[in-house]
């Protein structure tokens, strides 16, 4: 292991994500510790702290590479259509939306302990999420609420922002239920099946409420 001065501050910050990412492989975040990492690349606590500002900012970095995989792994809200019928536009904001579901759960299952973490790590009260981490945040809805916005012309944007947290909601929770395998269903796995669903009875309801505004 190299000793302290034989990297950069990137290259510590590089290898710290790293080494979480790897650990999150196999064992979730609470069986990490700032004591821990820091023994495993040789360097003290003091100096992560220096390098990320805190422990918890150092799992918000983790995090950020998280969410950027995800965003990888999410296939295009291509809002193209051959036929740019009302009908056509229905069903192809259907289809966009449940491939965005179906690669979420996908995702969830493939990288488990890293999307736990995405959502069990707090930062302190006093401190506000930083804007590379928000903005992160704010292009994964966007997806969203560009779909819902073509689906329904009429609504507001405040109306496709709601919509669109309240879709991902849903979709979250069947995904906490399929991995803890607390779905209560007669299926081995209806975790698709229960999106497919949520995204046929959802999109169907929303376009036809502005449809008739």
Same mark, same amino acid.
């Given at each position: ?15 710290? +994500? ?24 040789? *360097?003290?606590?003091? /100096?992560? +702290?220096?390098?990320?500002?805190? *422990?918890? !900012?150092?799992?918000? &970095? ?11 792994? !999410? ?6 259509? /051959? #036929?740019? /019928?009302?009908?056509?536009?229905? #069903? ?9 579901? &179906? $690669? *979420? ?36 809805? $966007?997806?969203?609420? $560009? ?11 405040? #109306?496709?922002?709601? $919509? ?9 929770? +069947?995904?906490?239920? &399929? ?19 949520? +995204? ?11 449809? #008739?505004?």
């Amino acid at each position: 292991m190299a000793r302290r001065k034989d990297h950069t501050h990137e290259q510590i910050r590089s290898l710290a +994500i790293e080494a979480v990412l790897a650990h999150l492989q196999q064992a979730p975040a609470s069986d990490m510790s700032l004591r821990k990492l820091a023994q495993q690349l040789g *360097y003290s606590p003091g /100096t992560l +702290i220096n390098v990320f500002g805190s *422990y918890d !900012l150092l799992l918000l &970095s983790v995090n950020a590479h998280t969410l950027d995989q995800l965003a990888a792994h !999410l296939p295009s809200a291509d809002l193209a259509s /051959t #036929e740019p /019928t009302e009908l056509a536009t229905l #069903e192809h904001t259907h289809l966009r939306l449940l491939a965005l579901a &179906s $690669a *979420y759960l996908d995702f969830a299952r493939q990288h488990r302990y890293q999307w736990q973490l995405l959502f069990d790590h707090r930062l302190p009260e006093d401190e506000a999420l930083p804007v590379w981490q928000q903005q992160r945040i704010s292009d994964l809805f $966007a997806q969203l609420e $560009a779909l819902l916005a073509a689906c329904s012309p009429r609504a507001s944007a405040g #109306e496709c922002q709601r $919509a669109a947290r309240t879709l991902w909601a849903s979709v979250h929770g +069947i995904c906490v239920l &399929s991995l803890s395998e607390k779905l209560f269903t007669s299926e081995v796995d209806d975790g698709p099946a229960m999106l497919a669903s949520l +995204i046929q009875h959802y999109i169907s309801a929303w376009h036809q409420a502005h449809k #008739e505004c």
